[in-house]
């Protein structure tokens, strides 16, 4: 059972959007900042989204991250094979003096 | 190049220990918090364990707490994980991944491959 919960699976369409949430509580999201990683089949994971909207150098900007109280969300916009990956929400929890982690959302282009 | 490689995976049995190790390359080690993150086969990611750039401030999952120790040596440029009273629900695949600050609660920039810890008799 994971801290932070997201669904197990996402699915959508070449070209399409689709959603991820992810919800945590008052010690995690509720007062850290959110980050995403993605990880394709077969390797590390490797840094999407932090600081709850911030892009790395090279993510494109079809990903794109928000936060809102204690829940988030990862949005994915004109989907593309190659994003077919797991992704992962990840909060510090101050209760718990470490990082949480989501479950993980296998996302499927159909 | 920027990167981390984990060594120090294997076979090993349920109560036995084993020394996990981590080299960073291409930017400057001290200056940041380090992690090990592990990942069992066909599970999510677990952080398991953190260290300050310093080694004053270490953290640990309440899975791992008492069984694990995190070290690390600046000079060497390495992160270290002593696994110790190993179970079979220790089996995963150990991240090292580097933070982008100091203290260890800001994110993850850096990962390495991992390394292969397997706990059966």
């Known amino acids: 059972q994971s801290v932070l919960t997201q669904p197990v699976s996402a699915s959508g369409t070449p070209g399409q959007r689709v959603r991820i949430s992810c919800s945590g509580s008052r010690s995690n999201i509720g007062s850290n900042t959110l980050n995403w990683y993605q990880q394709l089949p077969g390797t590390a994971p490797k840094l999407l989204i932090y600081s709850n909207h911030q892009r790395p150098s090279g993510v494109p900007d079809r990903f794109s991250g928000s936060k809102s109280g204690t829940s988030g969300s990862l949005a994915i916009s004109g989907l593309q094979s190659e994003d077919e990956a797991d992704y992962y929400c990840a909060a510090w929890d101050d209760s718990l003096n470490g990082w949480v982690f989501g479950g993980g959302t296998k996302l499927t282009v159909l | 190049e920027v990167e981390l490689v984990e060594s120090g995976g294997g076979l090993v049995q349920p109560g036995r220990s084993l020394r996990l190790s981590c080299a960073a390359s291409g930017f400057t080690f001290r200056d940041y918090a380090m992690h090990w993150v592990r990942q069992a086969p066909g599970k999510g990611l677990e952080w398991v364990s953190g260290i300050n750039w310093s080694g004053a401030t270490i953290t640990y999952s309440d899975s791992v707490k008492g069984r694990f120790t995190i070290s690390r040596d600046n000079a060497k440029n390495s992160l270290y994980l002593q696994l110790s009273s190993l179970r079979p629900e220790d089996t995963a695949l150990y991240y090292c991944?580097?933070?982008?600050?100091?203290?260890?609660?800001?994110?993850?920039?850096?990962w390495g491959r991992g390394t292969l810890v397997t706990v059966s008799s």
């Open positions: 991944a580097k933070d982008v600050g100091q203290l260890g609660n800001w994110y993850f920039d850096l």
